[in-house]
Nanobody, 121 residues
């Protein structure tokens, strides 16, 4: 599976962005998809994940109620809608794929190249 993330940019605090991650291959629907982020000088952290069908979603507490992960298996794409952005959301965001759910980045098999999100206060 090859992943291509896009949609990052500069936004003011309180604003919104939608990230997309397009996947190649015919088996996209058999992968759990996750979003991670890494701020400068910090460890890569879990943000959200979504099950194969999209019926189950997982979020880190700091983004619950603000971020929404979704997927369109017909388009081989996963999204991360980010609302009410805060300066602490500034990071490079990565999409990733693995067969089963995990919130640990080292357990993901496939990674996109990252898209940078900068939230100005």
């Amino acid at each position: 599976v090859q992943l291509q993330a896009s949609g990052g940019g500069l936004v003011q605090a309180g604003g919104s962005l939608r990230l997309s991650c397009a996947a190649s291959g015919r088996t996209f629907s058999s992968y759990v998809m996750g979003w991670f982020r890494q701020a400068p000088g910090k460890e890569r952290e879990f943000v959200a994940a979504i099950s194969w069908s999209g019926g189950t979603t997982y979020y880190v507490d700091s983004v619950k109620g603000r971020f929404t992960i979704s997927r369109d298996n017909a388009k081989n794409t996963v999204y991360l809608q980010m609302n009410s952005l805060k300066s602490e959301d500034t990071a490079v965001y990565y999409c990733a794929a693995r067969k089963y759910y995990s919130d640990y980045h080292n357990e993901y098999d496939y990674w996109g190249q990252g898209t940078e999100v900068t939230v100005s206060s």
